[in-house]
Nanobody
Framework: QVQLVESGGGLVQTGGSLRLSCAGS????????MGWFRQAPGKEREFVAA????????RYADSVKGRFTISRDNAKNTVYLQMNSLKPEDTAVYYC?????????????????WGQGTQVTVSS
């Protein structure tokens, strides 16, 4: 079992940056692929980015490619999401998620553990 706690959300202006962190507990963090999802009001939760367990493979949604970067520090049991050039349409609750397998998944159903979410608001 992995417990996940996100932090780093907040209010930022268009074009600004934020870095989200997700701290995991449990022995399996380093063998778990990790992902970030987001959910805007009235919309489905959508995939944003994911990293394989070792960090060697990453995947991004088209809407964030070139602006967001996922990384992880397994020694600290932490995964990060660096978000640059933020847009109002990036406003959402961002969720960290982990899966029992080391390989990336792109669907909500691929993930077994979820954090409580952190709000990101981008003002225009």
């Amino acid at each position: 079992q992995v417990q996940l706690v996100e932090s780093g959300g907040g209010l930022v202006q268009t074009g600004g940056s934020l870095r989200l962190s997700c701290a995991g507990s449990g022995r399996t963090f380093s063998t778990s692929a990790m992902g970030w999802f987001r959910q805007a009001p009235g919309k489905e939760r959508e995939f944003v980015a994911a990293s394989s367990a070792g960090g060697g493979s990453t995947r991004y949604a088209d809407s964030v490619k070139g602006r967001f970067t996922i990384s992880r520090d397994n020694a600290k049991n932490t995964v990060y999401l660096q978000m640059n050039s933020l847009k109002p349409e990036d406003t959402a609750v961002y969720y960290c998620a982990g899966r029992r397998y080391p390989y990336i998944g792109g669907r909500k159903s691929d993930y077994d553990f979820w954090g409580q979410g952190t709000q990101v608001t981008v003002s225009s």
